[in-house]
Structure formats: C-alpha cells, structure tokens
C-alpha cells in the first residue's frame, strides 16, 4: 500500500516541490532482473531514483544502523525504509562486504530490480571519483543488464549534512541505454569487474557531465 501511494501521489508532489525533471524515460526496462547504477551526490538519491523509475520498483541496500535506532522514532524509522524497499546490511570488514555483495546478487538472481552506487558513497565534492569494483562482481555474479543513472543537483537539493531538503531546487534524473556485458567466461574475474566498473562509472559520467577523478572516494558516508 505505501509503495502504491508513492506511485500515485509522491512524483507529482515531488515534481512540485523539488522541480524534478526525469529524461530518457524511453530507456526503462518494464522489468527486473535489473542492476541500476547511479553516480551518488546526496541522502535524498535513494529516495529520487525510485521516484524517477516508476513503476519499476527499486530496492538499495541501507546501512543497518537506519533501521536500529529504539523508541518510537525507530519503529517509524524502519516502517519507512522497510516500505521504500531498502534492506538492512552491517558495513565494515570484508566479510561484511562480501556478504552485502552476495545479498545484492540474491535480490538481482530473484528478479528484482537493485539500485548501487559504484563510487561506494557519496561524493562530497561533486566530483565522480572511481568506481568500486562490487558494481562488475554482481554483474559477473548475476548476468543482469545495467541501467546507468546521472543525478543532477541533488547536492543542492539537500546538501551534505541538511536534514532535510530545499524546496524549489531543481533536479535532473537522465536515465541512458541499458548496458549488456556479454560473457566474459575465460577471462580474469579481477580484470572483468574492474573493466565492467570502468565502463558503468563511464556511462554514468556521460550522464551527469561530472568531472571524473580516476581515485576512489575514501570519504565515509554517516
């Protein structure tokens, strides 16, 4: 029910509000399974590429720690994000990040639609910076198509440490060609995931027309 008042009611209102503009609608695929990559500017882009990709619902990985707070506030908490489709996972160690990356392919493998940031979070100077290569390991592990994403003025929208965004900002969501990657069988796994980032995190910057920063973003999203 709640995804179903936010396909009806949130994009107009959302529209209204924050000015969203949303090109290549044309290049959505009707349905998952589904990779869908996104250059990472701001809190707010988990909230407006769902937004921007209905009906397809999108699902993101969140840090565990949005659905841990106690109280009431939690409860209402892990309601919201539980229904915008986002699911909990621990960061830290490899064992984590491994297991993030084999619960991503899980939800890809069962035909759902997920949503990554190759850059792995978000860029606090408005640069695109390096890809992580978790992108092209679900892709290797799944075989799912990619659909890149360009987000544009979602730092404006809600800059880096707002809690909440500015009304009248305007956004743009340009949405390219879905990517096949083919069979990559015989070649390095190292090489293919850093090949297939490469070319995701290229395709995005084509989008956004961010300056690219060939170093990864070491900045630690709260």
């Not at 940031?117 to 890809?131: N, V």
């Amino acid at each position: 029910m709640f995804y179903r008042f936010m396909r009806l009611v949130v994009p107009p209102l959302f529209r209204l509000l924050f000015r969203l503009r949303v090109e290549g609608k044309e290049n959505i695929p009707a349905r998952g399974p589904l990779i869908v990559a996104s250059n990472h500017l701001s809190f707010i882009d988990s909230y407006v590429i769902p937004i921007a990709l209905l009906p397809l619902k999108v699902v993101f990985l969140a840090k565990a720690e949005y659905f841990e707070t106690k109280g009431f506030k939690g409860r209402i908490s892990r309601w919201f994000f539980t229904s915008l489709g986002m699911i909990p996972v621990a960061r830290g160690d490899g064992a984590s990040a491994l297991s993030s990356l084999e619960q991503s392919a899980e939800i890809v493998n069962g035909g759902a639609v997920l949503g990554i940031y190759p850059e792995g979070t978000r860029s606090i100077d408005g640069r695109l910076h390096r890809g992580r290569t978790g992108a092209g390991w679900v892709v290797l592990a799944t075989g799912a198509p990619v659909l890149p994403v360009g987000l544009i003025g979602t730092q404006e929208l809600q800059p880096y440490g707002s809690r909440f965004p500015k009304i009248g900002r305007g956004v743009t969501v340009r949405i390219g060609p879905v990517l096949e990657f083919g069979d990559h069988t015989g070649e390095p796994k190292a090489r293919a995931r850093r090949a297939i980032t490469d070319e995701i995190v290229q395709a995005i910057q084509k989008l956004s027309e961010q300056e690219y920063v060939p170093e990864y973003n070491d900045h630690q999203s709260k």
